[in-house]
């Protein structure tokens, strides 16, 4: 990802070839290319050996200019240009010249040597390139000592690998060829139609051409990879042919894809049958990246994964198989939504990441319901709703006005807020309606851009909906924030009726206006008179669209006096409140609740308190219904809540010793009938469980019998085997960063110091992520120092710095000793990072913070350095403002409240 900042001067303009041509008249686009110019197709052609430290490549543009110019825009970063040569309608070359406009964005400008008339013009540049050293572009990355090279193009970073129009809007055929070393595979979009031989050690292999794509989706990799067959998918009404299915991986790591390979085939069936459409790109292959920035990247024809999302065994962690199968479900689905049809722009990313997160949690819920993406739908809603309830936080259809907007759009309001309001919606209209307007948007929009015009219009139609429903749903879309709907019951003519209201919701300290409208499809559920099968009460949904101010809700049927549930299913994104005989009636059905609706209850309930509605005491008593669910996803909110209370709320030590013990009779004797060991057979959900409850309780509690039991499998796993190796299969594989965090604690130097020598000896991603998790853990300053330094260097992969980073912040100390750390190699972070992370640069640094001192060093730091690293500045405005949030929250806060 690169910036799109770009200065209004054409001063000391680098150049590479040609004459010396007279500097044009108009200024370096600002944002978006101009539309005058239009690429019609590409030829690119490679030649990579993953051991050098550079590549070249000749790349052919078709472009049709449709207006007089002597010059055209386009992007290129680091790229080094030798020739530029242009072929004219009648077939006339002449050399242009490549001028690097604006280095640090990777905008270019070529020019022509003269005026030329509207027409079709061939532009060809020859040139060379680094590879990539921080997961951009075509970049280099080293497995087992293997070196390999590989693509991440989007969303702006494929002018690191050629030069191009580098937007969504801009969709062509790509011709692809890629010489290689002899040894060395390849692999890329579409499959290989020829291989032949390119000089002594050498071999050139072309590849059909693509569908049209836009540059962000070109693929390839190149590297001693493993190449592994996985089931043909079968034909169907929608795909008359088999589709060729492989796993690739890095050297002798392939066979450990037949898991996930076996699960694709459902996922694209699934997606299939609800599309109406077949998957359209010919052949597909997942790869494991040995090194990757993303969670997974959906190319078209070649998906791409961060490496322990598909190496899976039979001993793998269970986060690790679930997580298996919604990444690939997520990556599968934009092969309809973001690949087949592609957002024009991006600030309609959503279009792309909010239908791929919604459907994924569609397809999971029908192929493996065990794993509750109904519910992780929900959670997702809320932890969106964490961010969007700053004013600082940006909207699901945000303008863009620099690569830092761009940056920084692949955030959880793109992702899970999107999803959620989508599934709002579609509850609103119904599913199989809803199914009938995706349908007739994919077709209408096939191959080519779309906007949230075109969905909201598609579904509207479908609906038979007029211009309230587009209105209610861009809403949502184009303003942040949370609606807060607060509810009232009220007797009028012997009929219950809810009194609803609705406004913006802001946490204590929030300098935010509360004057704000959606269209919000409220949906209530409320007990009647009515008794179910068994005898007992049963209750009614209600619902109506909440598109002004005040609004009321009649409930036929019920009860008197009632109860009233303000979300549903918990299938609106919003955040509720009732008055205190509401909340109380509420309390006494809340296990009568649904899965999601206790969810729902939990967040109310949470939301409450950062409004300084509700106390810490308060909060515990209203949570502790909620402790005995079985419901993994339920019965862990009240442990989380507890956490924040212990290391936020809680100032003295009796205050601790309270939650300590509240927690400890809610949750050992669960733990303790878990067991810590996985049990063969057991379901997954029992094994995230245990690693949840073990977590919380050994390290935001300290309990001693959790602490004694997963420290006896962190010395088990410290301990050296024959080989030389640490004998980490000897923990569960679910807990092993936490029984190793724990020995780092009780041990450490010497268990930092076995750490850290076995990560570069250890190319298991499942192995190397407990090790990374418990050197993460590290409290003892000197040692998490050396942990920090530890990360910034070469046997921490680049993807893998986070995880070393983000631990120990539980105390201002601890963030104390971070921000000096970060202050002081902030350049060596910036470097290894590159601009890909600029937005997370300030969290990295200060988050968890939680007092004015914070927030004032921070904006301190970070104002003289916005334009480091694009998307900083949105970063800094957010991790502000959830600093003075805290503080603001913790001011306000009696901590005396917890002993009562």
Excluded at 230 to 239: K, L, N, Q, T, V
Excluded at 602 to 625: E, K
Excluded at 882 to 899: F, G, N, R, V
Aim: proline share 5%; aromatic share 8%; glycine share 8%.
């Amino acid at each position: 990802m690169r910036r799109l900042v770009r200065p209004l001067l054409l001063t000391a303009l680098a150049t590479c070839c040609g004459a010396a041509f007279a500097a044009t008249a108009d200024q370096a686009p600002q944002g978006r290319l101009p539309g005058w110019a239009v690429p019609q197709s590409y030829q690119l052609a490679f030649k990579v050996d993953p051991a050098q430290q550079d590549f070249s490549g000749t790349t052919t543009i078709k472009v049709k200019l449709t207006q007089a110019s002597d010059h055209l825009w386009l992007d290129g970063a680091e790229l080094k240009v030798s020739k530029v040569t242009i072929t004219d309608a009648a077939g006339r070359t002449h050399a242009g010249k490549y001028v690097n406009v604006d280095p640090k964005a990777g905008v270019v400008r070529v020019d022509f040597g003269s005026t030329l008339k509207p027409q079709d013009l061939t532009v060809k540049f020859e040139y060379s390139a680094p590879l990539n050293q921080q997961l951009q572009g075509l970049y280099k990355v080293t497995a087992k000592g293997q070196p390999y090279a590989m693509t991440q193009m989007e969303p702006i970073s494929a002018r690191f690998a050629f030069p191009g129009f580098d937007e969504p809007g801009f969709k062509t055929p790509f011709d692809i060829s890629i010489t290689v070393p002899d040894h060395e595979n390849v692999v890329a979009n579409t499959r290989q139609v020829k291989e032949q031989p390119a000089g002594k050690g050498w071999k050139t292999v072309t590849f059909a051409q693509t569908l049209p794509l836009p540059t962000y989706l070109v693929a390839f990799a190149v590297g001693p990879w493993d190449i592994v067959d996985g089931p043909d998918i079968s034909p169907d009404a929608y795909r008359s042919e088999p589709l060729k299915l492989r796993g690739i991986a890095a050297k002798g790591e392939g066979h450990r894809m037949e898991h996930v390979l076996g699960e694709t085939p459902s996922i694209i069936h699934a997606l299939e049958n609800y599309y109406g459409f077949g998957y359209p790109f010919g052949k597909l292959d997942l790869l494991a990246a040995p090194d990757f920035e993303a969670g997974a990247m959906e190319n078209p024809g070649l998906v791409t994964f961060r490496d322990w999302l598909l190496l899976l065994d039979k001993d793998s962690p269970a986060r690790n198989v679930q997580g298996s199968f919604n990444v690939n479900a997520h990556e599968l689905a934009h092969q309809w939504t973001g690949d087949t049809v592609t957002t024009a722009w991006w600030n309609d990313i959503w279009l792309n990441e909010a239908f791929a997160t919604w459907m994924q949690q569609k397809v999971t819920m029908q192929v493996h319901p065990e794993y509750r993406a109904d519910l992780d739908r929900v959670r997702g809603a809320q932890g969106a709703m964490s961010n969007d309830s700053l004013t600082s936080a940006r909207s699901i259809r945000q303008p863009i006005s620099g690569n830092g907007d761009i940056m920084t759009a692949f955030d959880g309001i793109t992702y899970q807020k999107g999803a959620s309001v989508i599934a709002m919606f579609e509850n609103y209209v119904g599913e199989k309606t809803y199914q009938k307007g995706m349908r007739a948007y994919i077709q209408s929009q096939k191959y080519g851009n779309a906007t949230a015009d075109d969905l909201v219009s598609a579904i509207a139609t479908a609906a038979d909906k007029g211009e309230a429903f587009k209105h209610a749903f861009k809403s949502f879309l184009d303003q942040s924030g949370v609606p807060y709907v607060a509810t009232k019951l009220e007797q009028k003519d012997g009929k219950t009726v809810l009194q609803l209201s609705q406004s913006r919701y802001l946490p204590l300290g929030s300098s935010g206006d509360a004057r704000r409208i959606w269209g919000v499809p409220v949906c209530v559920r409320y007990g009647t008179d009515a008794h179910g099968k068994n005898g007992a009460p049963s209750s009614k949904v209600a619902c109506d669209m909440l598109d002004q101010a005040t609004g009321s809700m009649e409930l036929p049927g019920a009860s008197k006096p009632t109860w009233v549930m303000p979300n549903a299913d918990a299938s609106g994104y919003y955040r509720f409140s009732l008055d205190k005989d509401g909340l109380d009636r509420l309390i006494k059905q809340v296990g009568k609740l649904s899965d999601a609706e206790q969810l729902a209850y939990a967040d109310a309930i949470n939301a409450s308190f950062r409004r300084g509605d509700l106390d810490a005491g308060q909060v515990l008593a209203a949570m502790q219904p909620l402790t005995g669910s079985k419901i993994r996803e339920v019965a862990t909110v009240p442990l989380d809540t507890a956490g924040g209370l212990y290391h936020r709320i809680a100032t003295t030590d009796a205050q601790r010793a309270r939650l300590a013990a509240w927690a400890k009779a809610a949750y050992l004797p669960r733990l303790e009938q878990l067991g810590y060991q996985r049990k063969a057979g057991e379901p997954e959900d029992d094994s995230l469980m245990r690693s949840s409850l073990a977590s919380s309780l050994a390290f935001d509690f300290k309990l001693p019998e959790v602490r004694a039991a997963l420290l006896k499998q962190g010395d088990a796993a410290l301990k050296p085997t024959a080989d030389g190796h640490l004998n980490l299969a000897a923990a569960d594989p679910d807990l092993l960063g936490d029984a190793l965090g724990v020995a780092v604690q009780e041990h450490g130097k010497s268990a930092v110091d076995a750490l850290i020598a076995e990560l570069p000896k250890t190319s298991d991603p499942a192995l190397r992520n407990g090790i990374l998790g418990g050197l993460a853990s590290v409290e003892d300053p000197a040692l998490a120092e050396q942990v920090r330094n530890f990360a910034l260097t070469k046997p921490v992969k680049v993807g893998e710095m986070g995880m070393l980073l983000r631990g120990g912040r539980d105390t201002q100390a601890q963030r104390d000793a971070m921000w000096n750390w970060f202050t002081a190699h902030y350049q060596q972070i910036l470097d290894r990072t590159g601009s890909f992370s600029g937005g997370r640069l300030p969290s990295l640094a200060a988050g968890g913070g939680c007092s004015t001192a914070e927030y004032d060093r921070l904006q301190a730091f970070f104002k003289t350095r916005e334009k480091d690293a694009a998307g900083i500045g949105r970063g800094l405005a957010q991790t502000g403002e959830s600093i003075q949030l805290c503080s603001a929250l913790t001011a306000k806060q009696d901590p005396a409240s917890i002993l009562r």
